[in-house]
């Protein structure tokens, strides 16, 4: 059973930085796809970002683009999510997802193309 659980959420200021960390344990294989996907109150699920955990080719929503980093250990079976320069904005639930894709699979963003879940992480920035 593939189980993925998120850490590192929390308070900040605005400016600040934080680090977000999921460990996954179970099937696992270098094709699949992770990503962390976030929702803010009252709005829907959003992607943010996905690593192909084989090549550690990332991708990134334009929101995060040049602030969020995305990166991966496989040592650990884990990846990461470093944001920076952190806005109010970004408050919001932080979810890790798997894709379980195969070689050759494109990307993807979308909330019902992942099939596992982590069960989220709270980051809350203040003015």
């Known amino acids: 059973q593939v189980q993925l659980v998120e850490s590192g959420g929390g308070k900040v200021q605005a400016g600040d930085s934080v680090r977000l960390s999921c460990v996954v344990s179970g099937l696992f294989f270098p094709s699949y796809f992770l990503a962390w996907f976030r929702q803010a109150p009252g709005k829907d699920r959003e992607f943010v970002s996905a690593i192909r955990w084989s090549s550690g080719a990332t991708n990134y929503a334009d929101s995060v683009k040049g602030r969020f980093i995305m990166s991966r250990d496989n040592a650990k079976k884990a990846v990461y999510l470093q944001m920076n320069i952190l806005r109010p904005e970004d408050t919001a639930v ?19 193309d992942y099939d596992f879940w982590g069960q989220g992480t709270q980051v809350t920035v203040s003015s």
Do not use: I, K, L, T
């Open 94 to 112: 932080y979810y890790c997802a798997m894709d379980r894709a195969v070689s050759g699979d494109n990307m993807r963003f979308r909330e019902s």
